[in-house]
């Protein structure tokens, strides 16, 4: 059987096509994409290094690293199954964030506390934060269904600006990467919850872009988004305001608002589209708003200390410094000099023309882009995400004492970011050389913020710049003198430390932590010999700025502690007890205060009551060594040497070259007749303190003890060369018949 061909009309044969396939163009599309969003990735991580790569060489800074990872041991001892439920059960560093205090010990467990790699892992989490947003923001901007506006006002352009989304995704995604902004987030090892909470906050985006453009309604992706929100709020509760970010999502670049009359007006719509109304986008989001319900109340329950140390201001205040930090922020974001850690809250400094002067200027930029919605709905997006998100920081509830902060701006910037890259693209849209005219200022843009943000995390290199550099970028910044006052005391620069403490009670005389500090200060210069006044004089002063800090703040914790030591030193044990005992009741599990209390119980001889503060204390910090070396102490008293022993050595393992910890274990191992053991512990104290006097003593009466006549001469001259009227090393010598004069 054969067939005939088929005639086909002339107009009717298939057409031979010279280019390739269909499903060729659209693997090559595909393909293409990748490349340019791996290309985009690495240009994004590049410039983040360049940025920032530099902390790797800094160091903790004395500005609550101690608080988030130095000096809690839960933290420190790396990843444990008993430190992650900590994390979740308690509050850490007056917040509930248990995702960030697991990235603090995940740190601890590789790198110990190099800080190095705590740095690392921020500029890490910053880069994969930056490389997400531009995924999101693809993701987003995608083309499909959305629309520039709602109904048919924004369809005109649609094509225009889905088209043109990639490279103003580029230019957010690289603005938010190295603006100078950014540093004190990632720069600073504590603000981890920053850099932690923007990679979920993008993965949120992104997820929420995926479900949002579904054919229909996905369970499992909707899951994806909650989940991805709740593990971003166990990062930093400030994410709260995510849900409204996500409502106006809605609006611009997905279209999700439909008219609700559409299908009265003939329109063809799936049931799925058909809900997209307010009212619709609200209820669908109810579980985000309960999220964020639960972690407000989380938050202020955690924060309850962090509100009673802040500064009290009234209601219209608050309301004024925040119109003007509104204001002052977007000033910032266009001009980012005189960037500091820390700008001091102007109490009862309102100026009020500068109040009203933000008020007319905020009411402007927002009626003027609601007027301009349906054309431009990304300027009243992008302006109302960045009002909207900083709602939480912006000091109508006020936390602290710092007026506004660089890291609040770490996501709501990125609205107005929104708003000037494609305001940018819609500006510039008849130029005919536009794109080589925005290409040629975006990269000018990034280059200059690059290069202002590598200056600006030079100045977090130590603690000492850091300070230097709020006090030189701010004016009459008394909380910046005092933090340099409290540096410079550990430093052991105990004149320039005062120096800093007078200043900053010039600036506020009625600042507590000044007069604590000056407390602090004087007594160390007094007791480093460097002091001007005689010992009654420093002490005296001391006391009285102690005094005054707690008229000032009479729940000041510090101050409570830092008299009562100055009580025990001068033996008025009451005194001292009254203060520690106050302090524990402002601060429950404040270990250095059980330890205080211990102290002064065990000098007044009340040795149960001293065991049971001290046994307090390190229960509270387990890596407490000088506890641990004084509970020791205590045992002795009560004539338990093994549980002496065992204290001592807990505090060796603590802090291997604690001297004193190893001269009070040889001594209670000398006493129960173990001298090996003793002259191994002996030896290790003078090792380590080769001129302690009273070791070189117990040395060499044991030496004496066990026949070792020449040994212990030599510790016991040395002993009474170090301490001239030291009695017992003279009697002990005349005991093995060397002379020495009376």
Same mark, same amino acid.
């Given at each position: ?23 060729? =163009? ?52 790396? *990843? /444990? ?24 010990? #995940? ?25 997400? *947003? ?36 580029? +230019? ?61 709020? &166990? ?32 329109? /063809? ?27 407000? $109340? @989380? ?34 974001? $266009? ?18 023309? %500068? ?6 200027? #905020? ?23 960045? #009002? ?30 929104? *708003? ?26 990034? &280059?200059?913020? /690059? ?32 933090? *340099? ?8 620069? +105990? ?31 007094? %007791? ?44 008025? &044990?009451?005194?001292?007890? @009254? ?31 001293? $065991? ?40 060796? =393992? ?48 044991? #030496? ?26 003279? %009697? ?11």
């Amino acid at each position: 059987m054969s067939f005939a061909r088929r005639a086909f009309p002339e107009s009717d044969r298939p057409k031979k096509t010279l280019g390739p396939h269909p499903t060729e =163009r659209r693997t090559s599309r595909t393909h293409g994409g990748r490349v340019v969003t791996g290309i985009v990735s690495v240009f994004l991580a590049v410039i983040v290094w360049i940025a920032f790569g530099r902390a790797l060489n800094h160091g903790f800074v004395g500005y609550d690293d101690q608080n988030y990872v130095l000096r809690n041991p839960r933290v420190t001892n790396g *990843l /444990t199954l008993d430190g992650i439920q900590w994390a979740f059960t308690h509050v850490h560093a007056t917040n509930w964030h248990p995702l960030t205090t697991i990235s603090h010990m #995940l740190d601890c467990q590789l790198y110990g506390l190099q800080p190095w790699g705590h740095h690392l892992t921020n500029i890490l989490l910053h880069a994969a934060a930056a490389i997400l *947003l531009f995924f999101a923001l693809r993701e987003l901007t995608a083309s499909g269904d959305a629309v520039a506006g709602i109904g048919d006002a924004g369809r005109d352009q649609r094509s225009r600006l889905q088209r043109g989304s990639l490279w103003p995704s580029v +230019f957010v995604a690289a603005v938010f990467a190295v603006h100078p902004l950014r540093v004190e987030s990632v720069a600073w090892v504590s603000e981890r919850k920053d850099v932690l909470s923007g990679v979920f906050f993008m993965l949120t985006l992104w997820a929420y872009a995926r479900y949002a453009r579904s054919d229909g309604p996905s369970l499992f992706r909707y899951l994806i988004v909650v989940v991805l929100f709740a593990l971003g709020l &166990m990062c930093k509760p400030t994410l709260v305001t995510l849900p409204f970010v996500l409502l106006l999502l809605d609006y611009w670049p997905l279209g999700r608002v439909r008219p609700s009359s559409s299908s009265r007006r003939g329109e /063809t719509a799936s049931a799925w589209s058909r809900r997209n109304t307010w009212s619709w986008l609200v209820i669908e989001k109810v579980p985000l708003f309960a999220l964020s319900a639960a972690s407000c $109340i @989380a938050t202020l329950l955690a924060q309850k200390q962090a509100l009673d140390l802040s500064i009290k201001a009234p209601l219209e205040e608050r309301l004024g410094n925040a119109l003007i930090s509104y204001v002052a922020y977007v000033g910032q974001m $266009i001009w980012p000099a005189h960037l500091a850690v820390l700008y001091p809250y102007p109490e009862g400094n309102l100026e009020i023309p %500068q109040v009203i002067l933000a008020l007319l200027l #905020l009411l402007m930029i927002s009626v003027a882009f609601f007027l301009w919605r349906k054309k431009y709905p990304f300027l009243l997006i992008g302006w109302l995400w960045y #009002l909207g998100m900083l709602i939480p920081m912006i000091g109508i509830i006020q936390v602290g004492s710092q007026v506004r902060a660089d890291r609040y701006t770490y996501l709501p910037q990125i609205g107005l970011y929104l *708003l000037v890259a494609w305001g940018g693209m819609e500006l510039f849209q008849r130029w005919r050389r536009k794109r080589e005219i925005l290409a040629a200022a975006a990269m000018l843009i990034i &280059m200059a913020l /690059t290069t202002r943000s590598y200056l600006q995390t030079s100045y977090w290199r130590d603690t000492e710049t850091l300070w230097r550099h709020a006090i030189a970028s701010t004016s009459n910044n008394y909380i910046a003198h005092t933090n *340099l006052a409290q540096n410079l005391t550990h430093s052991g620069r +105990f004149t320039e430390a005062i120096a800093e403490c007078q200043e900053a009670l010039k600036i506020k005389p009625d600042f507590a932590a000044a007069h604590n500090n000056l407390g602090v200060a004087l007594l160390r210069n007094k %007791q480093s010999g460097d002091g001007a006044l005689g010992h009654d004089g420093a002490v005296d002063e001391a006391i009285e700025h102690y005094r005054k800090a707690l008229q000032i703040n009479p729940d000041f914790t510090q101050a409570h502690k830092n008299l009562g030591i100055v009580f025990m030193r001068k033996g008025l &044990m009451d005194e001292a007890i @009254a203060q520690f005992q106050k302090t524990l009741e402002l601060e429950p599990n404040d270990a250095q205060a059980e330890f205080s209390l211990g102290s002064a119980f065990l000098q007044r001889r009340e040795v149960d009551e001293a $065991i049971a503060h001290y046994q307090k204390a390190v229960e509270i910090r387990p890596d407490y060594a000088e506890a641990r070396n004084y509970l020791g102490n205590a045992f002795v008293g009560e004539g338990k040497y093994s549980e002496a022993i065992a204290n001592y050595a807990a505090a060796v =393992r603590i802090r291997p070259n604690y001297s004193e910890a190893h001269h009070n274990m040889g001594c209670v191992l000398a006493t129960i007749g173990k001298n090996d053991e003793a002259l191994e512990q002996f030896n290790e104290a003078l090792r380590l303190n080769g001129n302690d006097a009273q070791t070189h003593f117990a040395l060499g009466s044991l #030496l004496a003890r066990m026949g070792h006549r020449e040994e212990a001469v030599s510790h016991l001259a040395e002993a009474l060369r170090l301490k001239p009227d030291y009695e017992s090393a003279k %009697q002990q010598l005349r005991e093995l018949g060397v002379p020495v004069p009376q």
